[in-house]
């Protein structure tokens, strides 16, 4: 099974400020990551997949890199929607798919 | 506009059954794969089922293999997770979710999601 590790766990920023996410694979996974945002009490949401291509109606200010193990999420700039937990997911495995733990970013 | 509503979720002892249920509309349901995924009780997310457009292709995590059944019903364009021998473990909000397909994609719209609480 693929084993996804996201830092840190918890990311105390402010708003303006730029966030950067990360998602290590236990094994090389191509460029087949996805990334989503979960609000408290909402549903997931897709950000990014194939690694860097952002998904229909995401702001610019979210950009995706990384290929093989090691992957990044960046958040230019923090609107105060931004504060939520960040999900990356595996597809090399698909239709299977595993999630990494999860990294909350929140106000400072 | 793409929606999909979960229902069946509640309160049920640990061996019992629940069938869930997810609505689709808004889209061709027939070009599109679908999956659920749960969330317990503060934690992380966890892929639960998927399931093809044409059904000839159903995939369960192990945690679930044996237990849960997954199927589709395209004349009323939903999908149906039948949960059997419920444990504990199994509390959680579950939500579908419409897959983009392939590896390079993503699952690109969420219902709210239907809590499952498994408890004697």
């Known amino acids: 099974e693929v084993v996804l590790t996201q830092s840190p766990v918890t990311l105390s920023l402010s708003p303006g400020e730029r966030a950067t996410l990360s998602c290590r694979a236990s094994?090389?996974?191509?460029?087949?990551l996805a990334w989503y945002q979960q609000r408290p009490g909402q549903a997931p949401r897709l950000l990014i997949y194939?690694?860097?291509k952002r998904a229909t109606g995401v702001p610019a200010r979210f950009s995706g890199s990384g290929s093989g193990t090691d992957f990044t999420l960046t958040i230019n700039s923090l609107e105060p929607e931004d504060f939520a937990v960040y999900y990356c997911?595996?597809?090399?495995?698909?239709?299977?798919?595993?999630f990494g733990g999860g990294t909350k970013v929140e106000i400072k | 506009e793409v929606k999909l509503v979960e229902s069946g979720g509640g309160l049920v002892k640990p061996g019992g059954s629940l069938r869930l249920s997810c609505a689709a509309s808004?889209?061709?349901?027939?070009?599109?794969?679908l999956i659920w995924v749960r969330q317990a009780p503060g934690k992380g997310l966890e892929w639960v089922a998927y399931?093809?457009?044409?059904?000839?292709?159903?995939k369960y995590a192990e945690s679930v293999k044996g237990r849960f059944r997954l199927s589709r019903d395209d004349a009323t364009e939903s999908v149906l997770l039948q949960m059997n021998s419920l444990r504990v473990e199994d509390t959680a909000i579950y939500f579908c979710?419409?897959?983009?397909?392939?590896?390079?994609?993503?699952?690109?719209?969420w219902g709210q999601g239907t809590p499952v609480t498994v408890s004697s």
């Open positions: 979710a419409r897959e983009l397909g392939g590896s390079a994609a993503g699952s690109d719209y």
């Open positions: 808004g889209f061709t349901f027939t070009y599109y794969s």
């Open positions: 399931i093809s457009r044409r059904s000839d292709q159903v």
């Open positions: 094994q090389s996974l191509s460029t087949y």
């Open positions: 194939d690694a860097s």
């Open positions: 997911q595996q597809r090399f495995t698909w239709p299977s798919v595993t």
